[in-house]
């Protein structure tokens, strides 16, 4: 995994919507076939980028509100981003 490699993939997902990004544990272990500490490192410098460009970040199972609704980050989901 290179920086090159995180750094589009996030683009990709602001490109498919710049305001509700979403990492899940299938897309990032099982189709990337990440490692273990290869998905917390992109995690946390996602989080990171994501973060100095304005977005909420919540983990597993934080609570958020999206469109008026509290929702909860769910177990298959590492890492969710609302502009």
């Given at each position: 995994?290179?920086m090159?490699?995180i ?5 990709k997902k ?20 990440l490692?273990?500490a290869?998905t917390?490192?992109?995690?946390s410098?996602?989080?990171?980028r994501?973060?100095n460009?304005?977005y909420l ?13 509290q929702?909860k980050v769910?177990?298959?989901?590492l890492?969710?981003?609302i502009k």
């Amino acid at each position: 995994m290179t920086m090159q490699f995180i750094s589009d993939l996030i683009d990709k997902k602001i490109d498919e919507d710049p305001n509700f990004i979403r990492f899940t544990f299938y897309e990032l272990r099982v189709k990337e076939n990440l490692s273990e500490a290869d998905t917390d490192t992109l995690l946390s410098l996602a989080a990171q980028r994501l973060e100095n460009n304005r977005y909420l970040i919540y983990k597993t199972g934080d609570t958020y509100t999206l469109n008026g609704e509290q929702k909860k980050v769910e177990s298959n989901e590492l890492l969710i981003a609302i502009k």
